[in-house]
């Protein structure tokens, strides 16, 4: 993947050397990020959608992590969620998210520092776009499993590459020996954008907390 040329508006999110560099490109980015993602073909929200029809029931009070403008919290409140909580490290696409009036609650977190909410506090964790280059650490799926109760579920997208190389794999490996969650299901690879991009792919894992 190292060779391909990747879509510039992309690049300047996962070059991020730090919080503060990711923050400041996302704030700068959220008045036309919903516009430019879709423009591309933008596959994640559908698609774990359907994974979250598949383990959670529309009655469950669910927290995405790394809400961004909300996309995915709209795509579930479409469906029947009118639960929702979401945080984001960025003001600037929170402000975007709130405008859409689907979330309960939505506050400023960093995924990989401790989370607010009080331990078991939801029903199902959807983070869509998040755990990736640059981004949220593995050591953010600790948290993920205290504020999930026992058998609720843990559906996140992750590139495969990402996955394997980024520390994820050992994370899961370590969690499931642990007896903290299991893999249930995962899903085949796909492409992130149909538009662009067309090496970058995407896997959807379903985790159940234990």
């Given at each position: 993947?190292?060779?391909?040329?990747?879509d510039?508006?992309l690049?300047?999110?996962y070059?991020?050397k730090?919080?503060?560099?990711?923050?400041?490109?996302?704030?700068?980015?959220?008045?036309?990020?919903?516009?430019?993602?879709?423009?591309?073909?933008?596959?994640?929200?559908?698609?774990?959608a359907?994974?979250v029809?598949?383990?959670?029931?529309?009655?469950?009070?669910?927290?995405?992590?790394?809400?961004?403008?909300?996309?995915?919290?709209?795509?579930?409140?479409?469906m029947?969620?009118?639960?929702?909580?979401?945080?984001?490290?960025?003001?600037?696409?929170?402000?975007?998210?709130?405008d859409?009036g689907?979330?309960?609650?939505?506050?400023?977190?960093?995924i990989?520092e401790?989370?607010?909410?009080e331990?078991?506090?939801?029903?199902?964790?959807?983070?869509?776009?998040?755990?990736?280059?640059?981004?949220?650490?593995?050591?953010?799926?600790?948290?993920?499993?205290?504020?999930?109760?026992?058998?609720g579920?843990?559906?996140?997208?992750?590139?495969?590459?990402?996955?394997?190389?980024?520390?994820?794999?050992?994370?899961?490996?370590?969690?499931?020996?642990?007896?903290?969650?299991?893999?249930?299901?995962?899903?085949?690879?796909?492409?992130?954008?149909?538009?662009?991009?067309?090496?970058?792919q995407?896997?959807?894992?379903?985790?159940?907390?234990?």
């Amino acid at each position: 993947m190292a060779t391909e040329k990747r879509d510039p508006i992309l690049e300047n999110v996962y070059s991020a050397k730090s919080n503060d560099e990711l923050e400041q490109a996302y704030d700068a980015w959220a008045d036309r990020y919903d516009e430019d993602v879709f423009q591309r073909g933008y596959m994640l929200p559908a698609i774990t959608a359907g994974y979250v029809g598949r383990h959670v029931p529309a009655n469950a009070k669910i927290v995405d992590a790394g809400a961004g403008t909300g996309i995915i919290g709209r795509v579930l409140n479409g469906m029947g969620h009118d639960d929702i909580t979401g945080f984001d490290l960025s003001n600037g696409m929170l402000k975007i998210a709130r405008d859409t009036g689907v979330y309960t609650e939505l506050d400023r977190q960093v995924i990989g520092e401790p989370l607010k909410y009080e331990s078991n506090s939801f029903d199902a964790c959807v983070s869509v776009g998040t755990f990736t280059e640059g981004h949220a650490p593995s050591s953010g799926f600790d948290e993920i499993a205290r504020i999930v109760k026992p058998g609720g579920h843990f559906i996140v997208t992750i590139r495969p590459d990402i996955y394997e190389n980024e520390g994820y794999q050992d994370k899961v490996a370590e969690m499931t020996k642990a007896g903290k969650m299991k893999l249930v299901e995962k899903s085949e690879k796909f492409r992130l954008f149909t538009e662009v991009d067309p090496h970058v792919q995407h896997c959807v894992f379903v985790y159940q907390v234990q």
